[in-house]
């Protein structure tokens, strides 16, 4: 088995999530990560027990394949290099992604591509089915969210304060994957939320950590400097990059996300909490269209910025949808079992060799 990453290190959170799930597998069948940059070969070897190979060119990656019995690779993204590794037709090419989001990006045309495609649940088939003309729905599988299976620990100092999140995403790489909220309302949201008797967290996403030249990391500036301003005067305020975001959740009370991973993620492991959406676009009948969720929560945007403090007391004290939000968990995830969505994950490799496996005996490739 091969878990295959062809980028650089400040990509490796794809990875990173994968790999309790990956080390479960291993358990029933070896894997072995396999890696074509050596920065974040070097990064890996401290996050994984599992096996590290380096294959920085295109011939030794031929080669490795050529020496090995490699039944499957999995991808946790859509790299450019994923295709070096795919034109080797004795491999199953299963592709997992990093998350489950509403994104444009989670519907690339590049899934037909892959002999397999691990989906979470229905909602994402059926943004696949949709969206990619001509798409195999034999190719999709739902596995759940199996990064979402671990145990995950409270990492912030105590506090008596209700604890808000504050997680946007990046700004992706075109307008219409842009769905970060930083550079149109992000200081209007920490500047409000620092007048509240709240502890504030902001938890940007990887990819704005060191960016230099944009509107986004101009407003991630400001908004650092607004936290530490307020620390100074003994805020209590944190600045995370570090913290695991999962274990984060576990103090959070209300969360704010962007559409993303981010805000699915919390809904699945803490339904009973607070979460508000942004809306950077100020169309909420759109966001509705491209998230279901967004019809049950509270949108934060440009016309309702200046009622976030009402917006986050009622999300507070608890939400009046709490069913609708368990229906939707269910809809985007399945239904919520200890450890389940990792069991399918490894079942659905198994089946996937077995169907290759019986393929091969026929005599088809």
């Not at 959170?13 to 070097?42: C, G, H, K």
């Not at 075109?174 to 902001?202: F, K, W």
């Not at 239904?335 to 026929?362: M, N």
Request: hydrophobic fraction near 40%; proline fraction near 4%; charge should be negative.
């Amino acid at each position: 088995m091969i878990a295959y990453f062809g980028d650089r290190p400040d990509y490796l959170y794809q990875l990173q999530q994968w790999l309790s799930a990956l080390e479960s597998l291993n358990e029933q069948r070896p894997v072995v990560i396999v890696l074509r940059n050596n920065d974040s070969f070097s990064a890996l070897q401290s996050m994984t027990s599992l096996p590290l190979v380096l294959a920085e060119t295109q011939p030794d990656l031929v080669d490795l394949y050529a020496g090995g019995d490699y039944k499957l690779a999995i991808y946790v993204n859509n790299s450019m290099r994923n295709f070096q590794s795919m034109a080797d037709p004795s491999i199953i090419h299963v592709h997992v992604d990093h998350g489950e989001s509403d994104k444009t990006s989670s519907i690339s045309n590049q899934l037909k591509a892959y002999d397999k495609v691990f989906v979470a649940g229905t909602a994402a088939k059926e943004r696949c089915l949709q969206a990619l003309w001509g798409f195999d729905e034999s190719q999709l599988v739902s596995i759940g969210r199996p990064p979402l299976d671990g145990i995950f620990r409270s990492s912030l100092p105590v506090d008596g304060r209700p604890t808000v999140v504050y997680a946007p995403t990046w700004q992706g790489e075109n307008d219409a994957n842009n769905y970060t909220s930083v550079d149109v309302l992000g200081e209007q949201i920490v500047s409000s939320l620092l007048t509240m008797q709240v502890r504030v967290v902001y938890r940007p996403h990887p990819r704005m950590v060191g960016m230099s030249d944009s509107a986004v990391a101009a407003a991630d500036r400001s908004i650092r400097l607004m936290i530490d301003a307020s620390n100074i005067r003994g805020g209590g305020h944190v600045i995370s990059t570090d913290l695991n975001i999962l274990d984060l959740f576990v103090d959070t009370d209300l969360l704010i996300a962007d559409i993303s991973s981010v805000g699915l993620d919390f809904l699945y492991l803490h339904t009973e909490k607070g979460l508000l959406l942004t809306d950077r676009r100020n169309d909420q009948a759109r966001l509705q269209d491209i998230s279901p969720i967004a019809a049950e929560l509270g949108t934060v945007s440009s016309s309702s910025i200046r009622h976030l403090p009402r917006l986050v007391d009622e999300a507070l004290q608890g939400s009046a949808s709490q069913e609708a939000r368990m229906v939707l968990r269910d809809h985007y995830f399945g239904v919520k079992t200890a450890g389940g969505s990792t069991g399918r994950f490894v079942e659905a490799i198994s089946e996937a060799i077995r169907e290759r496996d019986v393929r091969d005996g026929d005599g088809h490739r």
